[in-house]
């Protein structure tokens, strides 16, 4: 099982990766805005999602200007927000994402795409997709999936995302 899990991951990686280059190359883009100028890039994620902040505010390598999301702090037109769930259907964070897009706040969305332009990926400036919505390897019943690495995928696109912010803020040094 390990064996077949290790290669459906490699694979999930390589799909997020091929399929969504250039998506996130423009959502690194649209984060880096903020670290680049006067503003910060906030992180609100929901569940286990809650790995992505994690790395972003104690992990080895931290990004520049990244904070967790605060509702007591108001947001300016410097700050972008990376909003990070499940599944691009859940209800509360879509409720958050419609109030960033309200108040003209760009940010950035990771989730599984369920359905095409739906949910979090409709309103979002930019949704990376994890590429998980069920089970990657099959259970003991007839038709059941198991183990869903969402965050694991999450985590992939999130360093994706640093090594091109990162890329990003050296040019602009220069």
Do not use: N, W
Request: proline share 3%; aromatic share 8%.
């Amino acid at each position: 099982m390990i064996k077949m899990f290790t290669t459906q991951l490699s694979g999930l990686f390589k799909r997020i990766s091929e399929k969504q280059e250039f998506e996130i190359e423009d959502a690194a883009r649209l984060l880096t805005q903020a670290a680049v100028g006067q503003g910060s890039i906030y992180i609100k994620a929901y569940g286990e999602m809650e790995a992505v902040t994690a790395e972003a505010l104690h992990g080895a390598e931290r990004l520049p200007s990244v904070k967790r999301f605060d509702e007591a702090v108001p947001l300016t037109e410097a700050d972008r927000v990376l909003v990070v769930t499940r599944l691009s259907t859940d209800e509360e964070a879509v409720g958050f994402a419609k109030g960033l897009a309200d108040e003209g706040v760009p940010f950035v969305g990771i989730s599984g795409l369920v359905g095409e332009g739906e949910g979090l990926a409709g309103i979002a400036d930019l949704h990376l997709d994890t590429k998980v919505i069920k089970g990657m390897l099959p259970g003991e019943e007839i038709g059941e999936r198991v183990c869903m690495p969402t965050s694991m995928a999450a985590l992939y696109i999130y360093f994706a995302l640093g090594f091109v912010i990162r890329e990003m803020l050296e040019e602009y040094e220069d």
